[in-house]
């Protein structure tokens, strides 16, 4: 099975920066990672819909929400199928579940879209 793992979430004030990581990985001959085409961070915050924060496909173009341009950065390391998002300047605002969202070939099978489980960040006043 192809997953997404999501890891550098966390509390801070805000301000300050965080780094997310989302890796994809195959856990056997079937769900191996043929290609990874375009990756991207959701976020949601209770009571909101989940909303796009950035984009980023596989030659390296990027859009972002109006509301965190200039502030993310979204890249992506395709020799470890691994995307991230930079994170400067964070506001209580920013404060939701962000979600890793990847379309993927498997290795066997049709592409398709995969999401990871989420992190918390949470920006202080």
């Known amino acids: 099975q192809v997953q997404l793992v999501e890891s550098g979430g966390g509390l801070v004030q805000a301000g300050e920066s965080l780094r997310l990581s989302c890796a994809a990985s195959?856990?056997?001959?079937?769900?191996?990672?043929?290609?990874?085409?375009?990756m991207a961070w959701y976020r949601q915050a209770p009571g909101n819909q989940r909303e796009l924060v950035a984009r980023?496909?596989?030659?390296?173009?990027?859009n972002y929400a109006d509301s965190v341009k200039g502030r993310f950065t979204i890249s992506r390391d395709n020799a470890k199928n691994t995307v991230y998002l930079q994170m400067n300047s964070l506001k209580p605002e920013d404060t939701a579940v962000y979600l890793c969202?990847?379309?993927?070939?498997?290795?066997?099978?049709?592409?398709?879209?995969?999401w990871g489980q989420g992190t918390q960040v949470t920006v202080s006043s």
């Open positions: 969202n990847a379309m993927i070939q498997p290795l066997l099978g049709r592409a398709r879209d995969y």
């Open positions: 195959g856990s056997a001959a079937s769900g191996s990672i043929f290609r990874v085409y375009d």
């Open positions: 980023i496909n596989n030659g390296d173009s990027t």
